[in-house]
């Protein structure tokens, strides 16, 4: 039973690129939730969603970032436009329907932003 | 939203010597909380939960004690070992709600 995959592992994108982050959950799990941690830093919230709807998104600015996870297929973050400030690790995590069950992270993207 | 704020930062300790870790949460409806240890470079790992029908929990060296009344929460390792120097992440989860959030870390350092 595979993990959390997420894809790519290190991402190298210039200011003013778009970065996409993808995050295909473990079978089953049908809630996503995405985290950024900037280097000697915690895990901060960004978006929490379950397919085709997004639960809550108070963490991520509201500028050049949104998220999707769509019926089928993994999900997606994306940054537009990014700036250095953006480089930093993004894990995302998974967890079943309603339970109150631990979630499961990936390995993350690294994101680094020149 | 839930807010979990967690103390302290950083604790160096020597081996062999306990450390606790405390984190309080801010609302009362969080019934589920986590523990995770995250090693420099990997992904956060769960090393022990503990639900709000429950006290306390203990797994060999590590144990969580959980103050309903007060909305705080404790990790506690006992005879710390070098592999243990990691950061420690401890989370509160509303059930039902699904929405979980996570303190700031703290970075231990064991020395042996």
């Known amino acids: 039973n595979a993990g959390v995959m997420q894809n790519p592992r290190h991402l190298v994108r210039r200011r003013g690129q778009e970065a996409r982050l993808r995050c295909s959950p473990m079978k089953g799990h049908s809630h996503v939730y995405w985290y950024r941690q900037l280097p000697e830093e915690g895990l901060k919230f960004m978006v929490y969603l379950q397919k085709e709807n997004i639960i809550d998104e108070s963490g991520m600015p509201k500028e050049r970032f949104s998220a999707e996870f769509p019926k089928e297929g993994p999900s997606i973050l994306r940054i537009q436009q990014v700036v250095r400030g953006d480089s930093a690790a993004y894990f995302c995590a998974s967890s079943p329907l309603n339970s109150d069950s631990p979630l499961h992270f990936g390995n993350g993207t690294r994101l680094t932003v020149t | 939203g839930e807010n979990v704020e967690q103390h302290p930062s950083t604790l160096s300790v020597q081996e062999g010597d306990s450390a606790v870790i405390k984190c309080t949460y801010s609302?009362?409806?969080?019934?589920?909380f986590p523990w995770y240890k995250q090693e420099l470079g990997k992904r956060p790992q769960l090393i022990i939960d503990i639900r709000s029908n429950v006290g306390e929990k203990k797994d060999q060296r590590i144990a969580v004690t959980l103050n309903k009344t007060a909305k705080h929460f404790s990790l506690h390792i006992t005879e710390t070992q070098p592999e243990d120097s990691a950061v420690y992440f401890c989370a509160a989860l509303v059930y039902n709600n699904n929405d979980m959030r996570f303190g700031a870390g703290t970075r231990l350092t064991v020395k042996p």
């Open positions: 609302d009362s409806a969080s019934n589920y």
